[in-house]
């Protein structure tokens, strides 16, 4: 943590820095499951536009392994580039995959299970 006495907190600007850098490193650790909290935030959207999909758990599964190779690719974007690639996965459990390849959430056209 950033020592409050290297920073003069009467200067807006050092305020701000010494601010932003305590946050920083207070969430550092925290990243990875804030990145999927957002990245699951963004289910309901893929879900509501394409959920009657017959393909869409193989589909949303891909998309998931997508997002997890393309920082700052969001979940929708993911589903459709996978469905306009014609991409789908061969297990057809419905199990999604985080970034690093464990099984997160269990899916289905209905919603998270």
Do not use: W
Not at 11 to 28: G, M, V
Not at 66 to 95: F, H, P
């Amino acid at each position: 943590m950033p020592k409050v006495e290297d920073f003069d907190l009467h200067d807006p600007a050092q305020l701000r820095e010494f601010i932003k850098t305590t946050i920083e490193e207070a969430l550092a650790p925290h990243a990875g499951e804030l990145a999927d909290a957002a990245l699951l935030s963004q289910y309901p959207e893929v879900a509501k536009r394409y959920g009657d999909d017959p393909d869409f758990a193989e589909k949303l599964e891909e998309a998931f392994k997508l997002v997890g190779k393309n920082e700052g690719l969001s979940l929708l974007e993911a589903y459709e580039q996978v469905g306009k690639s014609g991409r789908q996965s061969s297990r057809t459990t419905g199990n999604t995959m985080d970034r690093l390849g464990k099984p997160s959430v269990n899916v289905s056209r209905k919603g998270i299970l």
